[in-house]
Nanobody
């Protein structure tokens, strides 16, 4: 069992920045991938960014490419999402996820609210 705890969400003005953190605890050794997802009411949960734990390969959603950066610190079992140039449409609950397979997210955090005001 892996527990994921997010932090760093909050209220920010358009154009501002936030950094989200996610720390994994428990049986973290098998984790191969970390990801950030976001969800707004009435919409499907969408992948924001992902990063592998060994090769540091990253993927980004088209809407955040060039503005968000995902990184990780394997020694701390922590993944970060640096969000710059935030837009109101970035407002969502952001979820940290992890998986033992590179394309299956088995573990999920509770989510952290990010609100971007106009």
């Amino acid at each position: 069992q892996v527990d994921l705890v997010e932090s760093g969400g909050g209220l920010v003005q358009a154009g501002g920045s936030l950094r989200l953190s996610c720390t994994a605890s428990g049986l973290t050794l098998p984790i191969k991938i970390f990801g950030w997802y976001r969800q707004t009411p009435g919409k499907e949960r969408e992948l924001v960014a992902s990063i592998t734990t060994h090769a540091e390969a990253t993927n980004y959603g088209n809407s955040v490419q060039g503005r968000f950066t995902i990184s990780r610190d394997n020694a701390k079992n922590t993944v970060y999402l640096q969000m710059n140039s935030l837009k109101p449409e970035d407002t969502a609950v952001y979820y940290c996820a992890a998986g033992r397979d590179t394309n299956i997210y088995e573990y999920w955090g509770q989510g952290t609210q990010v609100t971007v005001s106009s």
